[in-house]
């Protein structure tokens, strides 16, 4: 008899684990209350994370100074002699839309992004292992590397070296510093502090187009080499800035320096109170390590929507057609009509609308919010692209033969793409490196952030190698090409993007599960594992 009570006690108390088990899965800390971390922004957070940022400077660098030195007489005639005697000879009645049509040329600013592929991916590894710092340090070195290179080319092997060890050092960069910013920052505050990043970008590329200006008219000639060579003097300040930076606390957490984790976290937080945080930041961990292969753990169903926004997002933020004005700038000046100086010039002019943009971003980021941001941008781009197509068309036709070009006319044109830089500098710029960086949990964190930098680079070579062969073959439709996408993503941002300003890290998740469309997926995931669980009790 007291066997069969005992048989009986365990059948109920089996059920009992196995209905806890499942409550526990079908409502998990989905439905819990985001927890409001104390604290404050600190002196020492926010220096921290500007030093961090300063990786965007050799991002923006490259960015700027490739289109810059491909327009330089003296650089095409020593490296690219053919496409120095096409533009040479081009009649101005000729067809201005394939004066720079070369596969060759744009190969040497688009090499750069294959490499920067291969890093990033490969960064995951060494970021999760040994934290973001060392990641950083990593691709600073290559940089330095990559810029000395190419400032001493004599041939154009040397420059497609050079160019793959600045691929290697940006691919490790925008796979470390996005996500180090984003651990280390106060959740009220990430929005802006993470910006910095895109603000040194910004940066970047107009010191780059103030160089390849002045630089252009001096050293016989040799100029480029002063523009290509400087880009080292950004990545010793990252490199430098690297070593002095302390690891974030889930970093640690991460690698079970548990102590020197939450020394730093109460560093950077400003108070002791940090109890709850560091908990949240245990167990995330905990699931980190319960995690052997985060890249197949990625694919799993209930991290559908962070994948998602991992490939769509930088993919998108490169088919705006941003970057193909930030690439090809001068280039694209001097195929609507400006001379050679002029064209660098009216870079260095749309140049500075972008750190100025970034900063209103920065200011109005955790106030409006991300979607706000998004929505905007996309909505004053469209209307750029749509007046550009127009103005370009009328001047340009088919035949790609202006004329004489009214000097009022150029200038509209320069002004409608100041707007169109603008709209992208407080958008999908900023926003396209702060937003993935937030919305995956920590046990996949170095794995979705390295497709995310993989996508963004293997988009931005697509647009690199293709643009002048897309400009000479789609002429003025090019910017109908992208208004499309542009199109496309706003409508996608409004459907599918949850708000993610004021949330912390720990408590991400929560957005998902309150989503109409992602809260019906991720119930559905919940079901299938209550399911297994049932079938396993």
Known sequence: MEEGKRESFKMDTSVDNCNNKAKAISQPKFMEVPIKYPGKLTLRVVLTCIMAATGGLIFGYDHGVSGGVTSMDSFLKKFFPSVYEK????????????????????????????????????????????????????????????????????????LIVGRLLLGFGIGCANQSVPIYVSEMAPYKYRGALNMCFQLSITIGIFVANLFNYYFAKILHGQGWRL?????????IIFVIGSICLPDSPSSLVERGCHEDAKKELVKIRGTTEVDAEFRDMLAASEASQNVKHPWRTLMERKYRPQLVFAICIPFFQQFTGLNVITFYAPILFRTIGFGSTASLMSAVIIGSFKPVSTVVSILVVDKFGRRTLFLEGGAQMLICQIIMTIAIAVAFGTNGNPGTLPKWYAVVIVGIICIYVSGYAWSWGPLGWLVPSEIFPLEIRPAAQSITVGVNMISTFFIAQFFTSMLCHMKFGLFIFFGCFVVIMTIFIYKLLPETKGIPLEEMHMVWQKHPFWGKFLESDSTIQTDKMYSKC
Do not use: D, H
């Not at 000729?94 to 990033?120: D, E, M, P, R």
């Open 227 to 235: 523009s290509l060579g400087l880009g080292a003097v950004p990545a």
């Open 87 to 158: 533009e040479s000879n081009l009649k101005p009645s000729s067809n201005q839309y394939c004066k720079f049509n070369s596969q060759i040329l744009t190969l040497f600013t688009s090499s750069l992004y294959l490499s920067a592929l291969v890093a990033g991916l490969g960064a995951s590894s060494i970021t999760r292992m040994l934290g973001r710092r060392a990641t950083m340090i990593l691709g600073g070195i290559f940089f330095v590397a990559g810029a000395l290179l190419n400032g001493l080319a004599v041939s154009i092997w040397m």
